[in-house]
């Protein structure tokens, strides 16, 4: 059974940084797209860093070009996702999610490609 439990949210002022990880367990497919999605109140659930097969090519939404990195170190099952310069509108649930599919620098999938949910955690950004 695939398990995906995320640890890294917080509070931070504008400016700051936070590291987001992801443990991943239960996870075999040799062809998959990982990464991170957020969700803020009264919005839709966005792509925001997406990694393909662990290492091949990354993906990010515009907003957070340049401020977000993510990587996977699969010696530990762990993927990660840096955010720093973060703003307030940066302020969301952030989840980690993993999909029999495939992404790309330039194709974000949708949503529903992605099988497998952690439980999210908390990033709020104070101006």
């Known amino acids: 059974q695939v398990q995906l439990v995320e640890s890294g949210g917080g509070s931070v002022q504008a400016g700051g940084s936070l590291r987001l990880s992801c443990a991943a367990s239960?996870?075999?497919?040799?062809?998959?797209?990982m990464g991170w999605f957020r969700q803020a109140p009264g919005k839709e659930r966005e792509g925001v860093a997406l990694?393909?097969?662990?290492?091949?090519?990354?993906y990010y939404v515009d907003s957070v070009k340049g401020r977000f990195t993510i990587s996977q170190d699969n010696a530990k099952n762990t993927l990660y996702l840096q955010m720093n310069s973060l703003k307030p509108e940066d302020t969301a649930m952030y989840y980690c999610?993993?999909?029999?599919?495939?992404?790309?620098?330039?194709?974000?999938?949708?949503?529903?490609?992605?099988?497998?949910w952690g439980q999210g955690t908390q990033v709020t950004v104070s101006s």
């Open positions: 999610a993993a999909g029999h599919t495939y992404c790309s620098s330039s194709y974000r999938p949708p949503v529903a490609d992605f099988g497998y």
């Open positions: 239960g996870y075999t497919s040799s062809d998959y797209c």
């Open positions: 990694i393909y097969n662990g290492y091949f090519s990354t």
